[in-house]
């Protein structure tokens, strides 16, 4: 007990170890109480022990913890990594297909050209056939149309060379003269020569040789004409761009489809239906109009009343003029 008061008074560090060190060398200090001391520092050796323990534990605890936490962080890392790795997969997969159905695309695209290109082909052979057909078929038409008559000169010419060939054929036998042309040229040249300073009685008979052939022709070219049906001349202007010329030329072909029966006329447009109607009205109420000025002071005169005219009745005269003109070219077409 006195070394417990010792150990527990105010007395310094050092004094209390020496006096503790003094009592328990004291032979007054009974086995009890030494056994006690020794017990107590046992006791708090096991208690410092145990929390040494308790603090190892808790220590080892926290390590598992930060190590369970280690392998957490490391297992969702690899599972953020195994992601990673499947979503470049994916997007490889998808950059495949894309490219595949690209160069699917591509290949349709390049066939289909290539079909294009072989059916134009095949269009143009089979256009190149029919063309070569019609060019044929229009050859064989045209061949049936008699050869232009001859003028005057020309009927003449031919006369003077059956008759002079002889003296322009040279040495060699043929018609090629020494500066490399032929002999013809000459006999050309001599031909004019005296057609020019022939007389018109002498001239005569060659302008009724070729009157008469040129009559001829008329009748033949004529009946060659009226031979081709409305699909050869439609060939022959596909193959030659134009129609053969109707007997007499174009401008007789339209005078004779301007007087052939049942023609209802072409319509020439909605002001002259207009001044159709009202001419008699305006020569009547200017009766000292007379000459070239009335024909003038006409026209002035129906221009000014049709300027004038409302736009309803100039749009009656306009439905009235396509009309006639649709009646006109249907008929025509009934002419072909």
Do not use: C
């Not at 003449?156 to 490399?180: D, L």
């Amino acid at each position: 007990m006195a070394l417990n008061i010792v150990r527990s008074t105010g007395i310094p560090a050092i004094a209390r170890a020496n006096a503790v060190r003094a009592f328990s060398s004291s032979p007054a200090v009974s086995m009890a109480a030494r056994a006690a001391a020794v017990g107590k520092t046992s006791t708090a050796a096991a208690e410092k022990k145990k929390a040494d323990a308790a603090q190892l534990k808790e220590k080892a605890k926290a390590h598992a913890a930060k190590e369970k936490e280690k392998e957490k962080a490391k297992a969702a890392a690899a599972k953020e990594k195994e992601k990673v790795k499947a979503a470049a997969a994916k997007q490889k997969e998808k950059e495949k297909a894309k490219a595949a159905k690209q160069k699917e695309k591509e290949k349709g695209i390049v066939d289909a050209e290539k079909k294009k290109l072989a059916d134009a082909r095949a269009k143009e052979k089979a256009t190149s056939v029919k063309e070569k057909e019609d060019r044929s078929t229009v050859k064989a038409l045209l061949a049936a149309a008699p050869k232009r008559p001859a003028t005057p000169y020309l009927v003449y010419f031919t006369e003077f060379w059956s008759t002079n060939k002889g003296t322009y054929k040279t040495a060699e036998g043929n018609y090629k003269n020494t500066a490399g042309g032929t002999t013809l040229t000459e006999a050309v040249k001599d031909a004019s020569a005296k057609w020019l300073v022939m007389s018109e009685a002498e001239q005569a008979k060659y302008r009724e040789a070729a009157s008469d052939a040129a009559a001829k022709y008329a009748r033949d070219y004529r009946r060659f004409y009226e031979s081709l049906t409305p699909e050869n001349l439609k060939l022959i202007a596909k193959v030659q761009g134009k129609e053969p010329a109707p007997p007499g030329g174009r401008r007789a072909a339209k005078l004779e489809l301007r007087n052939r029966p049942g023609n209802p006329g072409k319509p020439s447009g909605a002001y002259f239906m207009f001044l159709k109607d009202k001419r008699a009205e305006i020569e009547a109420a200017n009766p000292n109009w007379t000459g070239n000025e009335r024909m003038l002071k006409l026209s002035r005169a129906a221009g000014d009343m049709w300027r004038n005219l409302p736009q309803a009745d100039k749009d009656a005269y306009k439905e009235k003029n396509a009309v006639a003109k649709e009646a006109y070219d249907a008929w025509v077409k009934t002419q072909e």
